[in-house]
């Protein structure tokens, strides 16, 4: 008796190894013992239905990557856990008043997920971003800003590029759900921001000749307002208290 339960026992501890290695296996096999994948490729899914508001070249290489977001664990087994990102680049240009590209012109971007950029010799910035799927869409919402240190850098070298739009809201919305909508919207930014040359002093006399329109339009105003008479505030001199039960009569 002692002997067939013995038996038993083993063949039961054998069966549940043999079960844990086999899971082991296939869980490689997907998942990768590394937690990267082997027949479960991480794979980039491209994008083929764009709607924008904008020119065609706005959203360039937009596609779904899958991100290592941590593991699970069961028994003695990890399990590589991966989510969905929607990734792309939010391309623009950027010219003079002459229509002539310039470059180093600073793109920043106030939002989770984006990158800064920094216009090449075409005039041409490409702002990345990354942005998770929750439940297969994707929304990100941010403010593009131009070249925000324009003034500081006015001061210091003497001359600088002033943007004709300083910054903008927009929205990138993605839509897995529906077959990979993607939309854009910036409202009416134009595809090409205009930055004009100027130098400290052509500054300076432009700052004069809008304070000087403000107090124009500010000055009539103020002379059709109707002047109040001032109420007369108690004096206290010496004999305070006596003062204090006059005012309180």
Not at 132 to 160: C, R, Y
Request: net charge positive; hydrophobic share 35%.
């Amino acid at each position: 008796m002692k002997n067939s339960k013995l038996k038993i026992k083993n063949c039961g501890l054998v069966l549940l190894v043999i079960l844990h290695f086999t899971f082991y296996i296939f869980n490689c096999l997907f998942t990768g013992c590394a937690g990267f994948p082997i027949i479960g490729k991480k794979t980039t899914g491209k994008i083929t239905t764009i709607n924008e508001n904008l020119n065609s070249d706005r959203l360039t290489d937009l596609g779904i990557i899958k991100k290592l977001a941590g593991y699970k664990k069961f028994l003695f087994i990890s399990n590589a856990n991966y989510t969905d990102w929607f990734e792309g680049f939010l391309r623009g240009e950027i010219v003079g008043e002459d229509g002539v590209p310039v470059a180093n012109i600073q793109v920043m971007v106030d939002g989770i997920g984006f990158e800064n950029a920094v216009t090449d010799v075409n005039g041409v910035y490409k702002i990345r971003f990354s942005v998770p799927i929750v439940k297969g869409i994707a929304d990100a919402n941010g403010k593009l800003i131009i070249h925000p240190k324009w003034e500081s850098e006015l001061e210091i070298k003497g001359s600088s590029y002033q943007p004709a739009v300083k910054d903008t809201l927009f929205r990138i919305y993605y839509n897995g759900n529906a077959g990979g909508v993607v939309a854009l919207n910036e409202g009416k930014l134009p595809p090409k921001i205009v930055v004009k040359k100027i130098t400290l002093g052509q500054y300076k006399v432009e700052t004069k000749k809008k304070e000087a329109a403000e107090k124009s339009i500010e000055s009539p105003t103020k002379k059709q307002e109707k002047t109040t008479p001032k109420k007369e505030e108690p004096v206290f001199g010496d004999d305070l208290f006596k003062q204090l039960e006059n005012f309180n009569k």
